[in-house]
């Protein structure tokens, strides 16, 4: 999860920083599960920056892999093509029939209003449902939608802002499409980080299924919570990294954690109350990235390991104007022409930790993460990490003519990173090692094993 979710219950992301999707409308009920284990779960997250909590509960040693998870797809469009080489079932989300499609027929979904419905190739539609239409493969086939063939199921039902497309399915083959996306690397010399990557999402994904009949989704297939691609995003060392990691997660004090990532840490990696306003997890606390006995790092492989923006005065003009009240009190909406940026202070692990934004309206404060969407040029991505420093050139007007930033790493710097993972499992480290160092104090085991 770069920067992302971390967004999360309490993160998420990543790896760096990405657009959220909407939440849709919960107005059905959730897919039947009826693998899913009968245990109580977390409120869901409020999708804030703030450090992620452990699962709540203690539980009973468990193969996580086998439990289902639901998948939120899209929720914009208002209809969606679905079919499966080897034909579909609908049903409701009762498990009667509805309709059944022929081998290798397209099938659309449409939405209107709070209702769904299922249209045949010839035009010829069910009737419309209320709750949701659930789309199974017969046999052992994959179900697609949009082209794209999905492990599971799939669910359609009605949202505020479109079509929840859901995908029911077990979290190792849901892992099997995430792993490669999060680690972005299929080389077989780095399986040790894919298996570290692979224990680290399942941990994640474990802690964010909830029971409760409002919410039809756990999480999200995009940056707020982890990339998913299904079926088409597997790759040979990435499902061997799930299967071989099979049942394990990562546990602290007995329960399952959310373990957040990043993609480059830049040298440390930080603890969590540097980037979220939130107390430090144990387990999240900053970790040297520094190989042993060198000035090198064993992320430095990375290619943002170190890397320079430079803003002319007149982006970071717009910048401001556009950004700076999203995170900071701007009297009147009006913020003036920037006259100086500078860092107010650092974290820990060397970080920034607030920045002033020196404007012809007055001085503002921003923590170091907010920064990051502040300082970019409009419409772009946000800064790559906080770890930086700023040069500033002047005009004879006193206002800025550009500033450059100097920065090493990228993502929010928090829990593993990834690059890091790789340096480490080409230097030698098992996906064990790399886990315990990133995530210290923690165990490796199934959910709820306490050795």
């Known amino acids: 999860m770069r920067d992302r979710r971390l967004l999360v219950a309490l993160v998420v992301a990543a790896l760096a920083c990405r657009p959220a999707v909407p939440a849709p409308e919960p107005v059905v009920r959730p897919i039947p599960v009826p693998t899913r284990p009968p245990s109580a779960h977390p409120t869901p997250p409020t999708r804030g920056a703030e450090v992620p909590p452990t699962r709540p509960e203690p539980m009973a040693v468990r193969d996580v892999g086998n439990v289902t998870i639901r998948v939120l797809l899209s929720s914009a469009a208002d209809e969606a093509r679905v079919g499966s080489p080897d034909g579909v079932i609908f049903s409701r989300a009762d498990g009667s029939t509805l309709a059944r499609a022929r081998d290798g027929e397209t099938w659309r979904i449409e939405r209107r209003g709070h209702s769904v419905r299922a249209i045949r190739p010839d035009g010829v539609p069910t009737a419309w449902v209320d709750d949701a239409i659930v789309a199974n493969p017969i046999g052992s086939g994959l179900v697609a939608v949009g082209g794209k ?5 799939l669910s359609f039902s009605a949202g505020t802002h479109g079509l929840n497309v859901v995908n029911a399915v077990q979290l190792d083959d849901y892992l099997r499409g995430v792993v ?3 680690i972005g690397t299929d080389e077989p010399r780095d399986s040790a980080a894919v298996q570290a990557q692979a224990v680290a999402a399942r941990s994640y994904a474990y802690t964010q299924m909830r029971d409760d009949p409002h919410i039809v989704y756990d999480l999200t297939s995009g940056t707020l919570d982890q990339v998913y691609g299904g079926v088409a995003a597997e790759t040979a060392v990435a499902s061997e990294a799930v299967e071989s990691t099979r049942t394990l997660v990562l546990n602290y004090a007995g329960r399952v954690v959310t373990a957040p990532y990043h993609s480059t840490c830049g040298g440390e990696t930080a603890a969590a109350s540097e980037l979220w306003q939130a107390d430090d997890a144990p387990y999240l606390r900053s970790v040297s990235d520094r190989i042993p006995g060198t000035n090198r790092y064993y992320c430095d492989i990375a290619p943002r390991f170190r890397w320079t923006r430079t ?3 007149s982006e970071l003009n717009a910048a401001v104007a556009r950004y ?3 995170y900071a009190t701007v009297p009147g909406g009006k913020t003036g022409t920037v006259r100086d940026v500078t860092i107010g202070s650092h974290t820990a692990s060397g970080r920034v930790g607030t920045v ?8 503002f404060v921003l923590r170091g993460n907010s920064a990051r969407y502040v300082l970019r040029q409009p419409g772009g991505e946000i800064l790559n990490s906080t770890d ?4 500033t050139s002047a005009r004879r007007d006193g206002s800025l003519a550009r500033i450059v930033l100097h920065g090493h ?6 829990g593993m990173c990834q690059w890091g993972a790789i340096g480490r499992a080409r230097a030698g480290q098992d996906f064990m090692t790399i886990l315990s160092t990133y995530y210290p104090g923690t165990t490796i085991g199934p959910a709820g094993a306490t050795r």
């Not at 002033?356 to 001085?363: D, E, H, P, V």
């Open 149 to 153: 063939p999905y492990r599971g199921a």
């Open 180 to 182: 490669p996306l999060e």
């Open 311 to 313: 803003l002319s005065g």
């Open 324 to 326: 700076l009240a999203k």
């Open 356 to 363: 002033t934004i020196t404007t012809t309206r007055g001085n």
């Open 388 to 391: 930086f420093s700023v040069e």
């Open 409 to 414: 790493g990228y993502g929010h710097g928090v």
